[in-house]
């Protein structure tokens, strides 16, 4: 007879594997990320798939549509970026001025506060950009590998997503012989709710780009503030890693905006307009675009972004919710594992079961 295994012998294998698997990801995200990229992009295609395919449309043809409107839509948002970047750069001297004349400002309230004199200041920064530039071959030697990453990443993305639409029914049937027959229902659930989450959250944040760059680029207009554009851009996309991405774009939103104007007044603006935007964003037109997809509790989410930006990268970040996402699902629709599940939902009980 065969003896059942220790529930700290179970719990002791789960932390194994999360850790095997943290290794994994950091060893190959360069070869993992792409292809869970396009696993999500994959299933946010799938309607536009269907709908090609009901129009008689051959297969392999209908799979090449979403992938190309899918393109298009990435090359007008970088286009549209890389204008603004370049907006930016023909305003240089101006910014140059303005960044010199707030620099002085900033030195001179240095030297009042705190002592230091204007040359005591100079030799600080001295000394520390001779340290900056010391290991400036290492930083750009980083930044090569890394822009050769990102080439490779671009390269495969539409690949494998051709590849995963195509080859979908085989890996459906790869999951489901995994299980035995009174399980199939289970995991068919499962797996519709997963396809119905990865899309709502992926076209519920095209839809949040859209409209925060039109809110917050239009009302940075309105008043006047010099690269409105541009922080409504950098502010959309950085808002897409909850939590810290909107610390950041408010950060990137302050600096573009002192580098441009000499008012403090416009920047309080640029804060405003900023706060106003993400509570409209986040109590009123997220949840009615999103609905109720995405049930993770704040501590797990921001936990989660912090160890997939770690282990993967900004690339692990902007999809450390939806993997989230999908791990719940599978817990919940397992006996061994539903405590997990439990863990990562935001379902709070009403009284603690602990009595004493």
Do not use: C
């Not at 709710?193 to 944040?205: A, D, H, N, P, R």
């Not at 408010?250 to 007044?265: Q, R």
């Not at 719940?328 to 990562?344: A, N, P, R």
Request: cysteine-free.
């Amino acid at each position: 007879m065969i003896k059942e295994i220790p529930m700290t012998v179970k719990r002791s294998v789960e932390l194994i594997g999360l850790f095997v698997l943290g290794t994994i990801i950091m060893a190959g995200n360069t070869i993992i990320m792409p292809l869970l990229m396009a696993f999500f992009f994959s299933l946010m295609l799938l309607p536009l798939f269907r709908f090609f395919k009901k129009l008689k449309i051959p297969e392999a043809l209908a799979v090449i549509l979403p992938i190309l409107l899918l393109t298009i839509v990435l090359a007008l948002i970088i286009w549209l970026f890389s204008n603004q970047v370049g907006a930016l750069v023909k305003d240089f001297p101006q910014i140059q001025r303005t960044v010199t004349k707030h620099l002085d400002n900033l030195s001179k309230w240095v030297s009042h506060s705190f002592g230091y004199s204007p040359a005591e200041q100079l030799n600080f920064i001295n000394t520390q950009s001779k340290k900056m530039f010391s290991s400036l071959g290492g930083v750009l030697s980083g930044a090569a590998g890394s822009l050769s990453g990102i080439v490779i990443f671009i390269g495969l993305l539409p690949i494998y997503i051709y590849l995963i639409l195509l080859y979908r029914n085989l890996f459906l049937k790869f999951v489901l012989m995994w299980f035995k027959k009174d399980e199939y229902e289970s995991v068919n659930e499962a797996v519709r709710q997963t396809e119905k989450m990865v899309k709502s959250y992926l076209i519920g944040l095209l839809i949040q780009i859209t409209y925060i760059i039109v809110l917050l680029g239009g009302a940075l207009w309105v008043f006047g503030i010099q690269n409105a554009l541009l922080i409504g851009i950098i502010f959309a996309f950085l808002n897409l890693i909850p939590y810290l991405g909107a610390l950041i774009g408010n950060i990137l939103g302050v600096l573009l905006t002192l580098a441009s104007s000499n008012s403090i007044a416009d920047v309080l603006i640029v804060l405003a307009a900023i706060t106003f935007v993400q509570l409209l964003d986040n109590n009123i037109l997220m949840p009615r675009i999103v609905g109720s997809q995405i049930k993770i509790n704040p501590l797990v989410s921001i936990v989660g972004i912090i160890i997939a930006g770690t282990l993967a990268g900004i690339s692990g970040m902007f999809l450390a919710m939806p993997v989230l996402s999908i791990l719940k699902i599978i817990f919940d629709h397992t006996e061994h594992y539903k405590q997990w599940g439990v863990l990562l939902g935001d379902d709070l009980p009403q009284k603690s079961r602990l009595k004493f």
